[in-house]
């Protein structure tokens, strides 16, 4: 398998672990706000092979614990339950990121015990949630399916939403909310504009908003927090 970024170590990427974060391109969402959009219209070249990335690991085992995988859509590679399963052998711990449009495979994943931490995200309200990730259409089953699965299941998780001024407004915090009722833990993450967000015009929310979204969400899911706010 093809990878299209590795960053060699981080504490940021998953939670509680020391690890490298690994990039797998193409994505079936065309999000405007997404910070990997070389990854997602083919402009980034793979950087290398899933045997170096093997041997990488091999010689990190001193210094990192896990990898997480993101990308792009890493649920969107048939390849992608053999790949953690050849990171696992070398003794390493797996995060996975998902847009969660791929329960099929992601209940694969987590009945075969591959992930030891999943982060989905929940991009919006389901009324706004094919426009927050830039398509016509989207069947919210799929996503729905994806919720029931990470919270009925036994592998850690995080729900989490990049907030975003002109996508967002408290009413969609109580519908999102509505939608994992009870999860583990719910994460409001603040917009950030970079080179790569592919359109321009979007903003942060300011940090009072950030707050109020957050003491709405916890109505809902009572571990709620927040990232990117001071
Ligand atoms: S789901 Fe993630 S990777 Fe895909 S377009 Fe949206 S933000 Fe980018």
Do not use: W
């Amino acid at each position: 398998m093809k990878l299209h970024g590795i960053q060699k170590m981080t504490l940021l990427d998953f939670p509680g672990v020391v690890s490298c974060t690994i990039f797998l391109g193409g994505c079936d969402f065309r999000c405007p706000f997404c910070h990997n959009f070389e990854l997602i219209d083919g402009t980034a070249q793979p950087v290398m092979d899933d045997d170096e990335l093997i041997a990488f690991l091999k010689s990190r085992k001193a210094l990192l614990d896990g990898v997480a995988i993101t990308g792009g859509e890493p649920c969107l590679h048939p390849d992608l339950p053999q790949l953690m399963r050849r990171i696992r052998a070398e003794g390493y711990k797996v995060k996975l990121d998902t847009n969660g449009y791929h329960p099929g495979r992601l209940k694969a994943i987590l009945e075969e015990g591959l992930a030891d931490y999943v982060a989905m995200d929940i991009k919006n309200s389901e009324e706004k949630y094919a426009l927050t990730c830039g398509m016509e259409s989207l069947d919210m089953g799929k996503i729905r399916e994806s919720i029931l699965l990470l919270m009925n299941g036994n592998t850690d998780y995080e729900f989490r939403t990049t907030v975003i001024h002109e996508f967002h407004e408290e009413e969609d915090f109580r519908r999102m909310g509505e939608m994992i009722k009870g999860a583990k833990r719910y994460f409001l993450q603040r917009f950030t504009d970079r080179e790569s967000v592919p359109y321009g015009n979007l903003s942060a929310p300011s940090f009072d908003d950030m707050h109020r979204y957050a003491a709405i969400a916890s109505e809902y899911v009572a571990d709620t927090q927040l990232r990117g706010v001071e």
